[in-house]
């Protein structure tokens, strides 16, 4: 029971990407989703939530104005929308699956029972 990224690769400054978050051997409708990111050196935080209605959400401070979680329409797939990334956006991204509740303020601390493998997302000229 995992749930599988995708979407990640090389982007300029400025530009924008996508991510998916998809479960598989189970349903992401059930849960409260997060993404993660962790960059070489440093440790992994907390980006974004999305309850499992899709009614409650978090952003980490740095991408306010810049990322957006959101539920496809079967609610099985959780998307980010990552715009304006600039290089210290730069990280493996990582989706993560909890308990089914309302977002915390600070996204890291939650209950997050299943993790993917993660997908880089680099930013570069």
């Known amino acids: 029971l995992q749930p599988v990224e995708s979407g990640g690769g090389l982007v300029q400054p400025g530009g924008s990407l996508r991510l998916s978050c998809a479960g598989s051997?189970?349903?992401?409708?059930?849960?409260?989703v997060a993404w993660f990111r962790q960059a070489p050196g440093k440790e992994r935080e907390g980006v974004a939530c999305?309850?499992?209605?899709?009614?409650?959400?978090a952003l980490e401070d740095s991408v306010k104005g810049r990322f957006t979680i959101s539920r496809g329409n079967t609610k099985n797939t959780v998307f980010l929308q990552m715009n304006s990334l600039n290089p210290e956006d730069t990280a493996v991204y990582y989706c993560?699956?909890?308990?089914?509740?309302?977002?915390?303020?600070?996204?890291?601390?939650?209950?997050?029972?299943?993790w993917g493998q993660g997908t880089q997302v680099t930013v570069s000229s």
């Open positions: 993560a699956a909890g308990r089914h509740g309302t977002c915390p303020q600070d996204v890291g601390k939650y209950d997050y029972y299943y």
């Open positions: 051997g189970f349903t992401l409708v059930y849960y409260t």
């Open positions: 999305i309850s499992s209605s899709g009614g409650s959400t």
